[in-house]
């Protein structure tokens, strides 16, 4: 199986492209052909957080958060929001965002460390661009 598939089945498991539709967002924006390169070694979840209902996660390996961010999307208010997270300082970061140990709102992986966020206008996956 080639890359671009794997990573097709990867987003189709979990059920990335169905939520991003759910959401309002469109679904082209992770079936582009470049994002095999880019994010078929993160983890794709979709979390139903308490307070905004359900989120796409894109999650690297934590060892390469530094420069490798996560990724979520999901609705606030009635907008789609996608934020961008390192856990070092990053030129666009603007907040910082800790979860804690028994968060179920978040990816277990992403708990107990300390991320640098912003939250991008594009929703264009960050490594895509």
Known sequence: MSGQQAYSEMIK???????????????NLFTDPGMAEFYSNHEWIVINNNEVGEVINAIPKISRADSIPWEEWFIVDGQIRHHVLFTSKHKKSNMTWEGHPGDKDHPKQVLGMLWHVYNDDNLTPFLNR
């Open 13 to 27: 498991r979990g059920n990335i492209l169905a939520i991003a539709h759910k959401l309002g967002m469109d679904g």
